[in-house]
């Protein structure tokens, strides 16, 4: 089976070399796609010579449009999403393929390290969690994680994916309605944590907001069927 990694980045330019190079050599990725999604710094020149496809949006697009741009033009048969801040943890990408490769699984979630400080979407966190539970009844510890293994064919059950930060939230949902299996694996991934000060409250606020929105519209959907 071929893989095809997709990695999303909006102004990565510290993070995205340690991350594709090492996916680079990695004898699990058949396909390296990074979707550079409005930068305005160095991103796309500094991925672009370890990608097989380098996919430049326009203007910033969102997380969730991003993914959908690089799993249209990916070509393996299962599709990895990785943000691009991993660095040298992307090693570790065997743990969360093995699931899916061994068909144990149709979706798997990378579980990460807890943090050794309290940082991120405590919030959001909670929030995803709880609207996940009520619309499959599925209790899952990473609802937000974006580091996910899948079939390519389940991408195709999300019925939207212009919804930023909720495209975790909306594809947990309709792949779990549409009866397919998810299980989290704990994987050694790291990355750079979200910081207490004003960029920090207005990320976090911006990823609430997202997955507010996005649970509102998957309400509204369940409710018409």
Sequence with gaps: MRVSAI???FNEQDWIEETVSTLRGSSFIHELIVVDDGSIDCTADIARPWVDQLIIMPKNVGKGAALHAGWKEATGDIILFLDA????????????????????CDMSIAILPKASRKAGFGLAKKLAHQGIVQMTLQKLQAPLSGQRAFRRDLF???????????IEVAMTIDILRAGYRIIEVPVNFTHRYTTNNLHGFLHRGKE????YRTLQRKRQEVEKR
Aim: charged residues 25%.
């Design 7 to 9: 990695i999303p980045a």
């Design 85 to 104: 801040d991993l660095q040298k943890s992307a090693c570790e990408v065997d743990k969360l393929l093995t699931p899916v490769v061994r068909k144990d």
């Design 156 to 166: 195709s059950c999300v019925r939207f994916v212009d919804c930023g930060f909720g």
């Design 208 to 211: 609430f907001w997202h997955v």
